[in-house]
């Protein structure tokens, strides 16, 4: 039954009850109306009533937009404001969706105090797409971090950009909770110029730093070996267990046969590649019959590692 005499049926249904045995009579298969003003339904031969037809209305925007808010005009400008910035809102909301309860005022208010600390746009573009929570830190929250880092961490004036630029999230990270304390964990096992490690500072002591240093311990070596180690390298904290320091350490001692004292010595060797340059290289030795020391076997060039094979072999 068409649409218009639904609406008919429904609004006027107590009152065509009675006339339920009638039928209107359609001209066409198809129930295509030609617009009648009104229906006429026969009573009797005398008596007719008409009931007016309520003329079908095109459906506007709102009757077939999806339920809920449609984008208030603060979501529109945020978006056309990034977006004028080189930021697309849309994906920083899919990567970190608290974003869009910022307001644009405070995002403003980040991107001026951000270029008055001498960050580019390009530069503040980079730092949000690497730490997109950034957007939901006030000011007030952000300047105690650069104060931080200056006076605490002792980072040179010159040197802070070079630090956010490495590590983005110093600025997302609590002072009270994270940075002071793993500053003050850093200290206590002896790396003195934590200006140089300013990366590590975002990183969890509980989380992170101490499971590294229970990996090694739980390998062979002492706890105090295993502090000298990363007072020495401390880039070691941030080497993956599963994905680097197990699989090297396991190649070091089953393949290499070698003591964990060049370990100790040289902890450097974690952070070469296990498949480009550990393994190539000890091959080259095995095959030649010579054994370096890992500094060595390492860090010389490809054609310094050959001519130090040729020494090697004609000794």
Known sequence: MPEALNSIFST????????????????????????????????????????????????????????????????????LYLDSIGIDFISVISDYPPVISVSLADIKSKVEFMTSMDFTIIEFRRIVGMCPEILTSRVSDIVPIFTFLLREARVNGSDIKRVIHRRPRLLACSIKDRLRPTLYFLQSIGIEEVNKHTHLLSCSVENKLMTRIDYFENIGFSRRDATTMFRRFPQL?????????????????????????????????????????????????VDMGVCFPLPILLKTNEARFHDRLEIGTDS
């Open 12 to 79: 006027n249904k107590s009152f065509l009850s009675s006339f339920s045995h009638l039928k209107p009579h359609f001209s066409s298969s198809n129930h295509e109306f030609p617009h009648p003003r009104q229906v006429l339904f026969p009573i009797s031969s005398k008596t007719t009533i008409s009931v007016p037809i309520k003329p079908t209305k095109t459906r506007d925007t709102a009757s077939i937009s999806p339920k809920g808010p449609m984008p208030n005009s603060d979501f529109q400008e945020k978006m």
């Open 237 to 285: 904290f941030c080497y993956s267990i599963k994905d680097n320091l197990e699989p090297k350490f396991n190649y070091f001692v089953v393949e290499m046969g070698r003591d964990l004292k060049e370990l100790k010595e040289f902890p450097q060797y974690f952070s070469f590649s296990l498949e480009h340059r550990i393994k190539p290289r000890h091959k080259c030795c």
